[in-house]
């Protein structure tokens, strides 16, 4: 073979190799991939460097071929933006999504699916999330499982964002509706090195930007001037006015065979600490008419209505700074049968006479392990929260219902003398898991019972 043919197949096999890259990589990093430039030295340089390295020359000697690329533009993604922590560390990313900067403190969700779901959940109001799961963006955004009315998460960090959508629901994809939300996306991030140091430290404020005129310095000052704990967030995230909600989970998506048996004529009213939309559809699907209210809405004006039951909803933010939401469950408690998830848990719990506090790292995905006391069994159940309720502080007759097989703490409570029970976790969870509907179950039961 001549020199020209090994030259033109090199080049070849060189054009070949970087449209490959262009095809895998230039969706996502929006740059122009350009074919590297391949050079081979010629005879002379061979025979040189032959030589200098005792090399063999001759017709059916070895020639020495040397590759070289320009120092033309990568076709990987460039890592425009930062993920600043309080501990000083610096994580940089890809943008996507929308620019400039955000403060919040920084969890890890381990949920295997359902990122439109959590992104939507008003429960992460202040904070951003960092999945474990390194694949995202996948199924894109579909306008039929939206948690609420927005995207609450100040901010979605991501080790790989789908180049591709395939689902036949989608809409959107990731990036657009987080343009569309003012949401900044980082992706690109080592999620898994980052988890490692959210578990080992717990949790962290962090500051995210697209702003290259801030320092490093600047941004570690900023996490050290915020934080989540005593913000009261409920009332940011409740709706103004009250509501009726009357639509159920439809029979296509009905997984719950005992729905139909368990339908009655009951009117709840929903405290809205942040509601998720799956939670009012399930309330629904059992035959409650729904009538929704703020988060600070007063109790008094509550039982005017003559509910059958009161339930306490998920939200975000620390339980301690509502008292607000406190004092309206202890004048409903001992009236009316109450339900309470996750964060009406914890206000609930207060209303008992307990305290919470705040968790190292906090509960944050689709599989956390769970004993259902009386009986032994176990459930997999979904989880978003950063506080608990501090069992040893609650007065006698409070029965810990469930508890959290990952670290032993309160997971659910029922105090039957004033007609209450409590779940800290997400029984309705969309997609699921669903092992803890029968909750819903249990709340019709009670008020049931009242009713008899």
């Not at 988890?195 to 702003?211: A, I, Q, S």
């Not at 989970?249 to 998720?276: L, M, Q």
């Not at 469950?329 to 609930?348: E, T």
């Not at 609650?394 to 032993?408: F, K, M, Q, S, W």
Request: hydrophobic share 35%; with cysteine.
């Amino acid at each position: 073979m001549n020199m020209m043919n090994l030259q033109t197949r090199v080049q070849q096999t060189a054009s070949r190799a970087a449209c490959g890259v262009a095809d895998q990589h230039a969706t996502c990093s929006r740059q122009a991939v350009v074919t590297p430039v391949v050079r081979i030295s010629d005879r002379r340089a061979c025979r040189q460097g032959s030589a200098q390295r005792g090399g063999i020359i001759g017709g059916s000697r070895a020639r020495t071929v040397v590759v070289r690329a320009s120092g033309l533009p990568s076709p990987f993604p460039k890592k425009d933006a930062r993920l600043v922590l309080e501990d000083g560390s610096v994580w940089k990313a890809t943008a996507f999504g929308a620019s400039g900067t955000q403060i919040g403190e920084v969890v890890f969700n381990t949920s295997l699916s359902g990122y439109q779901e959590i992104m939507t959940d008003p429960s992460y109001k202040g904070q951003f999330v960092a999945f474990t799961c390194p694949h995202i963006g996948n199924v894109g955004i579909n306008l039929e499982d939206m948690e609420s009315t927005q995207c609450h998460l100040g901010a979605i960090i991501v080790r790989d964002l789908s180049c591709v959508v395939s689902n036949y629901r989608s809409k959107l994809t990731l990036d657009a509706y987080c343009k569309k939300e003012n949401v900044i996306g980082l992706a690109n991030l080592d999620t898994r090195a980052l988890t490692k140091v959210l578990r080992e430290t717990g949790c962290l404020v962090g500051v995210v930007t697209t702003d290259t005129t801030k320092t490093d310095a600047e941004l570690v000052a900023m996490t050290k001037s915020w934080t989540i704990v005593g913000k009261d967030l409920l009332s940011v995230v409740s709706c103004t006015e009250p509501y009726e909600w009357g639509k159920g989970t439809s029979e296509e998506w009905e997984f719950n065979g005992r729905v139909k048996s368990s339908k009655g004529p009951y009117h709840v009213v929903a405290y809205d600490f942040g509601i998720k939309t799956n939670i009012l559809r399930r309330l629904a699907s059992f035959g409650c008419k729904i009538t929704v209210v703020p988060a600070t809405y007063p109790a008094a004006d509550v039982l005017k209505m003559n509910p059958d039951g009161v339930f306490f909803s998920n939200g975000p933010g620390d339980p301690s700074a509502a008292p607000y939401a406190v004092d309206n469950a202890k004048f409903i408690l001992g009236k009316k049968p109450v339900f309470g998830i996750c964060m009406g848990h914890q206000v609930l719990g207060q209303a008992f006479g307990g305290k919470t506090f705040k968790l190292k790292f906090g509960h944050h995905g689709g599989n956390h392990p769970i004993r259902y006391v009386p009986t032994g069994r176990v459930e997999i159940s979904a989880q978003n929260h950063n506080f608990a309720v501090d069992p040893d502080t609650l007065p006698a007759g409070v029965e810990v219902t469930h508890v959290n097989l990952n670290d032993g703490t309160c997971a659910g409570m029922v105090y039957p003398a004033m007609k209450a029970m409590t779940i800290q976790y997400h029984p309705e969870a969309s997609p699921g898991p669903h092992d803890a509907d029968i909750c819903f179950e249990q709340f019709i039961d009670m008020m049931k019972a009242e009713k008899a």
